[in-house]
């Protein structure tokens, strides 16, 4: 039976001093899939572990089900094997002598399970993760792919509270992690299981999560939904790391109703999201994806839309990357399809959506590093 997982200011220094999770909270109600993305080193890991009881927190508490598993200024650290959660590593973890069958069946023979129940449960894992015709296969005869399904047919068989799942893809080619990533959702809602999911991926987030936390340096940057993390971004990291690559830099002159008006170097004026609180002459970066860049006739009438010339063209068949010059930088844009319809040095109109473009306060500090190199593999 799934079941509430609750974290309160959770808190992990290691012998370095320097927090790898810091001040972290969230709750995932019964039955929801949680995902936690961030580069490497950012803690989602960290925090994962703590929840199943391989790391112990400095401070905080972890809540399962309402009852408290750890909490170390109360001197309560309950073990892994007493926290009824099942866990999928990046490694497949199998048992490399026994079948597919015996593998699964492991976590209940030392739960007093009668033979005739064990068969049950184990054959209603495998049939969930479509390996009922690989049962007496060893699984070293099976694909990476096959091998992570054992893997968390093992970690469900028992009907665990909650279940853990830490970068459980990134050992599979590209191919089969596409396929497993959209059947492990369904697996994961079919048995109706709370799940915590840690990865680096952001396609593999919003893909799986019913909501997403960005973490940065230890710290939750934002938990929210998919929708809400691509078109409402907390910070300059949260849009950035999602795919947001475009930047731009300008000044607060004015509010438009729901949106603040910026000037950009140019002169020209745009009409952004604005966070609040910032008054006319603020410096700020304005983020915008490459995929949200409108291109082409048609769009009269529209705010943000200016004129901008073709610089550069990638043709990757069912679409193409154009480097724009615009409002006096370049801008990525995407078009989908696989025709060629600006040549460049051609002069085009494009449109910047105003709610697809967010401001942040110029003194935010740029992306850089492994974040950047995420963002540009969205685009």
């Not at 799942?165 to 109706?192: H, M, Q, Y």
Request: proline fraction near 6%; include cysteine.
């Amino acid at each position: 039976m799934s079941t509430e997982l609750r974290v309160e200011h959770l808190r992990k220094v290691f012998a370095t001093g320097k927090p790898a999770v810091d001040d972290v909270s969230f709750r995932i109600e019964a039955g929801e899939i949680v995902v936690l993305l961030g580069p490497s080193g950012c803690g989602k890991t960290t925090t994962l572990r703590c929840v199943a009881g391989l790391e112990h927190p400095t401070a905080g508490s972890i809540s399962i089900g309402g009852r408290v598993v750890s909490a170390p200024e109360q001197g309560i650290l309950v073990s892994p094997r007493q926290r009824n959660v099942g866990m999928v590593f990046q490694s497949y973890a199998v048992w490399p002598h026994m079948t597919v069958r015996q593998n699964v069946a492991y976590p209940l023979r030392h739960r007093k399970v009668s033979r005739g129940e064990m068969d049950r449960k184990v054959g209603g894992a495998l049939e969930l993760v479509g390996l009922s015709d690989y049962a007496e296969r060893p699984v070293v005869a099976l694909s990476g792919g096959q091998m992570q399904r054992v893997a968390l047919a093992r970690s469900i068989v028992y009907e665990p509270q909650l279940l853990l799942l830490d970068e459980p893809l990134s050992n599979l080619d590209a191919k089969l992690r596409l396929r497993l990533r959209d059947d492990l959702r369904r697996i994961i809602k079919e048995t109706g299981v709370t799940a915590l999911y840690v990865t680096h991926d952001q396609a593999e987030a919003v893909v799986l999560g019913d909501r997403i936390g960005v973490m940065r340096d230890g710290k939750l940057l934002q938990l929210a939904t998919p929708h809400e993390i691509y078109n409402r971004p907390a910070d300059m990291f949260v849009a950035n790391f999602t795919g947001a690559s475009n930047l731009l830099s300008g000044r607060t002159v004015g509010q438009d109703g729901a949106f603040g008006i910026v000037e950009v170097a140019t002169g020209e004026r745009m009409s952004v999201v604005l966070p609040a609180g910032m008054g006319p002459g603020s410096p700020v970066k304005i983020a915008v994806r490459p995929e949200n860049i409108r291109l082409g006739a048609g769009l009269e009438g529209t705010p943000n839309r200016f004129r901008a010339r073709v610089a550069a063209q990638h043709y990757h068949g069912l679409q193409t990357v154009y480097d724009l010059a615009v409002l006096g930088g370049r801008l990525e844009a995407i078009e989908l399809g696989t025709d060629l319809r600006n040549v460049v040095g051609s002069e085009i109109e494009v449109e910047l959506p105003p709610a697809l473009c967010w401001a942040y306060p110029g003194g935010e500090e740029p992306l850089g590093g492994a974040a950047s190199a995420a963002a540009e593999t969205l685009a």
